[in-house]
C-alpha cells in the first residue's frame, strides 16, 4: 500500500510553511542562532523538543523555529527545501500555509519575503515539476493589528503564486476578524481558517458564518454538533484533515478516537494533509497510508482521496484535470481494475 501511495500523483491542502522546514534545515538555523534560540541543533535533542505535551506546548515549540527565520535567504531556502521534499513525493501541486507577518515583525521586509517565496515557486514548476501556492495566514495568538498587516502584505504584494487567505496559531476566537476575511474575500482571494481543531464546533460554524470559510483547516470538533456535520455535507465543505497532526497535538487522545471515519461517513468532503510533517515526524505518504487504515481503503480508495483533493482545492480547472488525467494514468498503469472515479 505504501508504495501504491508514494506513486501516486497528490496535492497537499493544509501544510505549513515552517513546520515542514527538514530536522537538518531546523539544526542548521538553530546552530546558527544558538545564543539566543531555545531549539537544539543535535538531532537526537531536536526529535526530543519536537515531542509535545499538549497544542498549546506545540505552539511554544513552532514558535521558537519560527524565530530561527530572520532574513529573506532563509525564507527563500525553507521553501525550496519543502517543495523539493513534496516533489520527493509525487505531490504535483501544494497549498502551503506561509505566515509573512511573523517574517515582517522579524525584519524581514514584506517585499522580499515575497520575493523569496515567489522564486521558490518559480523553481519548483521549472524543476520539480511541483505547482505550488500560498495560503496566507494570520497568527492567531497576535493582535488583531497581525490580521490587518497580513491582509495588507497580501493585496499590496499580492504574489502570484497567493489564492487564500486564513488564520492558525491559537485558536482564538474567529468573529473580530470578520472585516478582514471579508475584506480578503472581496479581493478575490479563497477562504480557509484553521477552526475547531481544538475548540468547538462553534467556532467552525463561527469561521464558516462570519469569515465565509470555503474549506475549514482540522474542524475535527465539527463531529460534535450533528447539525454542523449535516451543513458540511450539504454544502460541500471541506475539512483538511491531518491525523498525526491531532495526534501529536492532543487534539486527539489516540488514533481510534479521530473523528475521521465517522465524518466520512456522514458525508462531509475531507483531504489528507500532512500540517507540519517534520515536527510530527510525518509525510503526505504517512497520512495517506494511516488514513487508508483508518478508513478501511483498498488503493482505489486511496485514488479516490486523491482525487478528492485535487477537487477541493484553489488549483484551476486545467490544472486540475491535468492531475486527475495522471492518477487515472497511474492506476491504469498497475491495474485497468480499479479506476473508480
Ligand atoms: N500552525 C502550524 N501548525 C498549526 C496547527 N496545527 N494549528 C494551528 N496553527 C498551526
Ligand atoms: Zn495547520
Known amino acids: 500500500m505504501r508504495e501504491f501511495v508514494a506513486g501516486l500523483p497528490k496535492v497537499e491542502l493544509h501544510v505549513h510553511h515552517v513546520g515542514s522546514a527538514s530536522p537538518v534545515t531546523v539544526a542548521e538555523l538553530a546552530a546558527r542562532h544558538e545564543s539566543d534560540s531555545p531549539v537544539p541543533a543535535d538531532p537526537q535533542e531536536l526529535a526530543e523538543y519536537f515531542a509535545f505535551t499538549d497544542f498549546e506546548h506545540f505552539l511554544r515549540v513552532y514558535l521558537s523555529v519560527v524565530n530561527l527565520i530572520r532574513d529573506a535567504e532563509d525564507v527563500r531556502a525553507l521553501t525550496w527545501g ?51 501556492a500560498w495560503c496566507f495566514d494570520i497568527p492567531g495568538e497576535a493582535t488583531l493589528n497581525s490580521g490587518e498587516k497580513t491582509l ?22 474567529r468573529s473580530p476578524y470578520r472585516d478582514i476575511f471579508a475584506a480578503a474575500r472581496a479581493a478575490g482571494l479563497h477562504i480557509a481558517p484553521h477552526a475547531g481543531e481544538t475548540t468547538s464546533a462553534a467556532e467552525v460554524w463561527d469561521a464558516i458564518r462570519l469569515l465565509r470559510a470555503e474549506r475549514i483547516g482540522h474542524g475535527i470538533r ?3 454538533d450533528p447539525s454542523l456535520v449535516a451543513f458540511l455535507a450539504e454544502n460541500r465543505i471541506p475539512l483538511e484533515i491531518s491525523p498525526t497532526s491531532n495526534l501529536c497535538t492532543r487534539a486527539v487522545p489516540s488514533i481510534a478516537d ?19 510533517p517534520s515536527m510530527f515526524s510525518t509525510t503526505l505518504i504517512d497520512e495517506y497510508v494511516l488514513a487508508g487504515q483508518m478508513l478501511d481503503l483498498d488503493k482505489a480508495g486511496l485514488a479516490d482521496l486523491a482525487r478528492a483533493a485535487v477537487r477541493q482545492s484553489f488549483a484551476g480547472d486545467w ?23
Not at 84 to 111: F, H, K
Not at 152 to 164: C, E, H, K, N, T
Not at 258 to 276: F, K, M, Q, Y
Request: net charge negative.
Open 258 to 276: 479521530h473523528p475521521l471515519a465517522e465524518l466520512v461517513a456522514a458525508g462531509v468532503p475531507v483531504s489528507i494533509n500532512s500540517d507540519d
Open 152 to 173: 495588507d502584505i497580501a493585496l499590496r504584494q499580492r504574489p502570484a503564486g497567493l489564492v487564500s487567505f486564513g488564520i492558525g496559531g491559537a485558536e482564538v476566537a
Open 319 to 341: 490544472e486540475k484535470s491535468i492531475i486527475l488525467r495522471e492518477i487515472d494514468e497511474y492506476c491504469t498503469s498497475l491495474d485497468a481494475g480499479f479506476i473508480s472515479g
Open 222 to 224: 465539527a463531529v460534535e
Open 82 to 132: 519543502v517543495a523539493r521534499d513534496l516533489a520527493g513525493q509525487n505531490v504535483r501541486y501544494a497549498e502551503l500555509t506561509v505566515t509573512p507577518w511573523s517574517s515582517v515583525r522579524q525584519g524581514i521586509p514584506a517585499e522580499a519575503f515575497c520575493e523569496a517565496i515567489e522564486d521558490a515557486r518559480l523553481a519548483a514548476a521549472r524543476e520539480l515539476n511541483l505547482s505550488l
